[in-house]
Every structure is written in structure tokens, then in C-alpha cells.
């Protein structure tokens, strides 16, 4: 079994608790860290109900009636992209020191109490990083007028759709549990991980598609069906029949493939494999109303 540690590790809610424990364990020095943490989310939810209330909930995205994702909207996405990069370094950085202690002799020679320890430091590390990034993220969304459901949207058609990027990507031992803790795992066959990360990455995004594709076909104004709002028919329907499909797996409408040819190459450059699933850490705010 893995060692597991409670949500606020990866700032899914800093409780009173969680604070009190750890001001326990560091100290005060430990306690006014927290406190700090604790208003860096504050700040970071404050800054994406901003992009919320401008933009809307990411399930009321409505694509474009033509199927085509203008370039303007792609250069958008990839400035936020750009936006992102510092942070996600950092944090990438702060994943991998926590992954490597996985295999650390030296560390499974100290104590339980003294591994708990320097792992508990690590990890409080990595989340001013997280709230950072979501944070940065929402400024950039708001600075290049572009929602959560617009980005994510691009964001699935891109990597997982066109560049055929894997929805497993992420940490190789750093991941959630049945239970949405983290789970820090030097036991599990990183495959297994992998897998069950794409199982859950896939119906995510599967969520998503079916709520904005049929907010396409809704808004289409036009008597006789368009090639484009038949193949959003014909996809919500694979959708419904298999969760665990990526939209438009058999190949993309001419309509977006056209719109992502010439940005390929900077699409390409600019996926994070490692922070993959952090792109989608405002969604457990929203999946369970859909």
C-alpha cells in the first residue's frame, strides 16, 4: 500500500484541521506556512469564479456553429499555455522530488515518523505551487478573454484527439486514490497507475464533451443538419455508448482538424505530461452536476 495524505495536500480545501496537525508537526513556522497556503487557494478560487462569472460554467460552452476554431482562438489557448509554463516547471519539479523518494534508500531507512515528516514538508512544498498555478491560469484565461470550457475543450481536441497524447500522462507514482487523496506509491506497477489514470481522465472528458457538443446541436439555428452538427450527432451517440472514449478517436470533422493543422507544431511543444492532470483540477468542482 501506498502512503496516503489528505486532500488539502494538493488544494482540494485547507481545513482547520489539516492546519492544526501540521502546526503540530513543523511548529509555528509549519502553522504560519499553512496560513499562508490557505489564502493563496482563497485567492486562486477567487480568480476563477472571476473567469466563471465573465465566461460562464465550462458546461455551457457552445462551439462555434461552423464547427471551426478560429485562429485567434487557438493563439488565445496557446498564450495561456504559455502563461502556465513557469509555474508548471516549478511544480513539475517539486512532483518528481516527491516521486523520487519512492526509491530513496537512505529514506527507507529513517523512521516512520521522520519519512512522514520530510515527505509532509515536500508535499506542503508543492501546494502554494498548485494554487499558483491555477491562479496564473485564471489571470491568463481572463487576459486573453477565453473560458474554462473553451479551454478544456481545445485542450481534449488537441492533445488527446489530434496529437493523440495520452489522458494517462501525469506522475508515475504521485496520483489519486479510489477516494481522492493523494496517494504517493512505491508499490503499484506505474502501469497499472497509468491506466487507471486514463480510465478516469477519459470519462472526465467524456462529461464534458456530451454537455458542449449538446449545447452545438441546441444552438444550431439551421433547418437542414450541417456536416459539422452530424458528426456532433453521430459522436454524442459513440460517446454515450462508450465513457471511455476520446472524442473523435477515428479521426477528427475536417472542420477541426483544418483548424489545428497550422498550430500543430506549438501545440505539440507546449503539452506538460507530467502536469497533465492538473489541467483538469477545477473539474471535481463541476463534474458531480453533470
Known sequence: ?????????????????????????????????????????????????????????????????DGRIPAERMEAF??????????????????EELEAMTGDQELERKSGFQKFLRVMRTGVGAIPRIAAFERNRADALVAHRMGLGEYWYIYSLAYYSSLKKDPGDGPKRVHSGDNENIRIDGHTDPQEIRESRRSAMNRRVDRLFRRILENAVKGSKSAEK?????????????????????????????????????????????????????????????????
Not at 507544431?265 to 502536469?275: I, T
Open 226 to 290: 450541417s456536416p459539422w452538427i452530424q458528426a456532433v450527432e453521430k459522436e454524442l451517440t459513440a460517446l454515450e455508448e462508450d465513457r471511455d472514449r476520446i472524442p473523435w478517436e477515428d479521426g477528427l470533422p475536417p472542420e477541426i482538424e483544418e483548424s489545428l493543422r497550422p498550430f500543430r507544431e506549438k501545440l505539440d511543444q507546449s503539452y506538460d505530461p507530467v502536469m497533465n492532470p492538473l489541467e483538469f483540477i477545477e473539474f471535481g468542482h463541476h463534474g458531480d452536476e453533470w
Open 1 to 65: 500500500m501506498g502512503k496516503e495524505y489528505p486532500k488539502w495536500l494538493v488544494g482540494c480545501g485547507v481545513g482547520c484541521l489539516a492546519v492544526l496537525v501540521v502546526a503540530f508537526i513543523l511548529g509555528i513556522g509549519g502553522f504560519l506556512a499553512m496560513r499562508k497556503v490557505a489564502g493563496g487557494f482563497q485567492e486562486a478560487q477567487q480568480a476563477v469564479s472571476r473567469v466563471e462569472g465573465e465566461f460562464g460554467s465550462p458546461e455551457a460552452y457552445i462551439p462555434e456553429p
Open 78 to 95: 496557446l498564450a495561456v499555455r504559455d502563461a502556465t509554463s513557469s509555474v508548471r516547471g516549478e511544480l513539475g519539479a517539486r512532483v
